[in-house]
Every structure is written in C-alpha cells, then in structure tokens.
C-alpha cells in the first residue's frame, strides 16, 4: 500500500513568516492529494488539495505544489497569522483510491 | 446542516468489553470511513465503505467489525475492546473515494 511520510514533526514559526512542511509518497499511481488543517479537539478539515495533473495550486496565503518524478508534495502558508497554529496532515490516495495520511506536522506560530 | 456527527464523543471500556460507535452523515455522501488517530501516527484507515451496501478492509481492521446500515450510517463495532485499542476514532464521509472527506468531531475511546 501506499506510504506517506511527512517533515518536520513540529514547526515554529515567527507570526508573518512563512512555513513549509513536504511530503514523500511512495505508489507512483497516486493521483490525489490532499491537506488537513486538525484543530485541538476536532477532526481534520480539507484545506486545499491537488490532482496529479496539475504542478501547482493556491488559495490566498496557501499553496501546494507536487513534483510527480520525485513523487513529493509540500505545503506552503505565507504571511503566517496565530490562526494557522494547527496539525497540518497530508495525504495521497493509493491504487485503490483510499487515502493514506503523513504523521502530521503540529506548527506554532509564534506572536 | 450538521454535517458528519459520531457518537459518543467519550468512552471508557473494560478490556473484553464489546461497543459500537455510530456515524451519521446528512450530505448524501456514496463513501464513509473509519479512522483511528493514534499519537505520531496520523491517521490509518480501519475500514471503508465506498458505496452503500459495499465495506472493505482498509490498513489496521482487526478487532473491528462495521456496517453500512443505509446511506447515511455507517457503525464501527469492538466485539472485545483491548487496551491497544484506547484511541481517538474518525468518522469521514465523501461524494466518492479520491475526493475530499468531510470528518467528525471524534470519539475518545479508552480501554482499561
């Protein structure tokens, strides 16, 4: 099966910088891939996702690029605020089309 | 529009006990998941149901059983809980496998 491995672990961040977390994937069919923002006491929320036919992708201060030949994806939030202090997740979906997740990256931004 | 609601949100079991947690969704979704989140491990797929009337086994199922009862539920069960599975368990839903899941508030599960 697919596996999904996630860096940093934790991320300390000075509020108005900006913060990075990569992901590797192993199944070189994956063709989906997703970012979950998890706040303390709740479950996971879409953020922004990406389709393997497309290099890059943005949303505001969020973007996610994926390079498919070295099979690695990563996160990008510019402009840090206090909000965006979370546990941020990716994901890839297998050739079954189920989704593995990284360990997920716990980022502080920092006032 | 409450989106996907699990219940309880808190349990404690003695070990050997049996339970089932239960999923409801109300947007139509064809695909429901089960999710267990264990510390530095993210989240791992325990079963899945791609449409009603189909499950699969996903990465971690045993000591698990689930039903899809209809469209909208979709239950997880312990037939005799162990303290490897003290946990916080997700419930997702989506339009189709590959797109974006929608999840729960979780379910704190402790087995003693």
């Known amino acids: 099966g697919e596996n999904v491995e996630q860096h940093p672990s934790t991320l300390s961040v000075q509020e108005g910088d900006s913060a990075v977390i990569k992901c590797t994937y192993s199944?070189?069919?994956?063709?989906?891939f997703p970012w979950y923002k998890q706040e303390l006491g709740k479950g996971p929320q879409l953020i922004i996702d990406?389709?393997?036919?497309?290099g890059e992708k943005k949303d505001q201060r969020i973007a996610v690029t994926l390079n498919k030949t070295a099979k690695h994806f990563s996160l990008h939030i510019t402009e840090t605020q206090p909000e965006d202090s979370a546990v941020y997740f990716c994901?890839?979906?297998?050739?079954?089309?189920?989704?593995?997740f990284g360990a997920g990256t716990t980022v502080t931004v920092r006032a | 529009n409450a989106g996907v609601t699990q219940t309880p949100k808190f349990q404690v079991l003695k070990t050997g006990q049996s339970m089932t947690l239960q999923c409801a969704q109300d947007?139509?979704?064809?695909?429901m998941y089960w999710y267990r989140q264990d510390p530095g491990m993210g989240l791992r797929l325990i079963y899945y149901?791609?449409?009603?009337?189909?499950?699969d086994k996903g990465e971690v199922p045993n000591g698990y059983n689930v039903s899809r009862l209809n469209k909208r539920e979709f239950s997880l069960r312990l037939e005799s809980a162990a303290p490897s599975q003290t946990s916080v368990y997700f419930c997702?839903?989506?339009?189709?496998?590959?797109?974006?899941?929608?999840f729960g508030q979780g379910t704190r599960l402790t087995v003693v």
């Open positions: 997702a839903s989506s339009v189709a496998l590959n797109t974006e899941a929608f």
């Open positions: 199944d070189s069919a994956s063709n989906y």
């Open positions: 990406i389709r393997s036919n497309v």
């Open positions: 994901a890839a979906s297998d050739n079954d089309y189920k989704l593995s």
């Open positions: 947007m139509n979704h064809n695909s």
């Open positions: 149901s791609a449409s009603e009337g189909t499950t």
